[in-house]
């Protein structure tokens, strides 16, 4: 990987990061469960380029540490937040 691929990718991490601090800081407080259930598909996605970057052959062992860390931490994401997610659903049912 070249100096100039390299710091692309870290412009674009820069600037993503931003955009999603700025984007979830707007957000009221009524609507952050919600926010999250729907972010669960994103670690979906996640999940899944992390599998691919572990798995694949051909690449170094740093990629491949990487992207088992990156599993593990969208794992724990999602499993996290259908469990908040969960958990609001029960406080909005009706007590028998």
């Known amino acids: ?17 931003f955009l999603g601090f700025e984007l979830i800081n707007k957000v009221p407080p009524t609507l952050h469960t919600p926010l ?3 972010s669960n598909a994103i670690s979906g996605i996640t999940i899944v380029g ?7 052959l051909g690449y170094s062992q740093l990629s491949k540490w990487l992207g088992m860390t990156a599993l593990i931490l969208a794992t724990i994401n999602v499993v996290g937040g259908y469990a908040v997610t969960d958990r609001m659903l029960k406080m909005f049912k009706k007590k028998k």
Do not use: C, D, K, P
């Open 50 to 56: 992390a599998i691919l970057a572990s798995h694949t």
């Open 36 to 38: 999250m259930s729907g």
């Open 1 to 17: 990987m070249s100096l100039e691929t390299l710091l692309i990718l870290i412009y674009i991490l820069v600037l993503a990061s």
